[in-house]
């Protein structure tokens, strides 16, 4: 016998609400609370100067930058072990990063989420839902500016 399937109830196969397509993230206004992510490998050892430079960047475009967050990969021994293998392809983070920016946008009560490397649609989609604000990086900020 044939028998429906039922919807998965899994977070990785709900349907979000998808934000406009095409639309790049507009800051909403001037003095808006942005929190910024910044995702780096070991091997990046600059790592404050680019979280500097964004922060001063998104300040110039009329953003206040609230919190700042690193995820650095490869850092413990573990991860790097682990440098090979993609840490989640949905949100770019590992899931207790997403949750510590989640808890901090809700302490800020942040705009927007802002990330120093690119996104994709998929990403940026999956981040928004999850934190309940819009997530987008840098260079949409710049482009859309």
């Known amino acids: 016998m044939y028998?429906?399937?039922r919807d998965d109830r899994r977070l990785a196969h709900?349907?979000?609400p998808a934000p406009a397509?095409?639309?790049t993230f507009r800051i909403p206004a001037v003095g808006a609370d942005v929190v910024l992510v910044g995702y780096f490998s070991a091997k990046?050892?600059?790592f404050e100067t680019v979280m500097a430079?964004?922060?001063t960047t998104l300040a110039a475009h009329g953003a206040q930058v609230v919190a700042q967050i690193v995820q650095r990969r490869g850092v413990s021994d573990g991860g790097a072990r682990k440098m090979g293998l993609p840490y989640s392809s949905r949100t770019l983070l590992t899931y207790g990063k997403v949750r510590e920016v989640a808890l901090r946008?809700?302490?800020t009560d942040a705009a927007a989420v802002v990330f120093t490397t690119p996104l994709t649609g998929r990403q940026r989609r999956t981040?928004?839902?999850m934190l309940g604000r819009p997530a987008t990086s840098i260079s949409d900020v710049l482009t859309a500016g």
Do not use: V
């Open 105 to 107: 946008c809700e302490e």
């Open 53 to 55: 430079s964004a922060a």
């Open 14 to 16: 709900r349907r979000f």
């Open 44 to 46: 990046q050892k600059d």
């Open 3 to 5: 028998k429906p399937r």
């Open 127 to 129: 981040l928004t839902a």
């Open 21 to 23: 397509r095409g639309r």
